[in-house]
């Protein structure tokens, strides 16, 4: 027997986890993509070298923000947890992707600088959640308030 749940009700506690995951490898793609359009910016210039590192962080900060931004839009209860969810699901995907190109990193960073860096994105992710939250709307700044509709109605009597 099928289930007749309507598509927006809440499937328990994993709507926010489905939405950060998704929303981490959405994040995720995001910070390759601009990573490699900053790096063919950053060719066409005179220096590359002199913005590489600005591009660079540029596209991590930009793909965390994006991340809690699209979590807390998949998630239906639009909670803040599935952009801290989503914001620690980017950190690790990007701290595995890392882990191929540590040998042939020169100038190693430190553990700590790259524990701020993590945390720092799970930050910006939160406040992208912030930012996609959008405002609540007030029942009487609407075109639908009831209030005005049975005063409209009344007054056509």
């Known amino acids: 027997m099928k289930s007749n749940t309507a598509r927006d009700e809440s499937r328990g506690g994993t709507d926010f986890l489905w939405a950060a995951l998704r929303a981490s490898l959405i994040g995720t793609f995001a910070a ?14 005179t220096d590359p070298d002199k913005l ?6 540029a596209a991590l900060f930009l793909g ?3 991340t809690g931004i699209v979590s807390v839009k998949l998630d239906s209860g639009r909670s803040l947890l599935a952009a801290l969810v989503g914001g620690v699901g980017y950190v690790l995907i990007l701290w595995l992707i ?7 990193a020169e ?16 930050a910006v992710s939160m406040l992208g959640g912030l930012m996609g939250r959008g405002k609540k709307r007030k029942i009487g700044v ?3 308030n009831p209030t005005d509709i049975v005063r409209k109605q009344l007054g056509r009597l």
């Open 32 to 45: 390759v993509l601009l990573a490699l359009i900053f790096s063919a910016a950053a060719l066409a210039m």
């Open 52 to 57: 590489v590192g600005v591009f660079g962080y």
């Open 64 to 66: 965390a923000a994006l």
């Open 98 to 104: 890392s882990l191929f190109f540590r040998a042939a």
């Open 107 to 122: 100038n190693a960073v430190s553990p700590l600088i790259m524990a701020l860096m993590y945390a720092g994105c799970t």
């Open 142 to 144: 609407s075109k639908n």
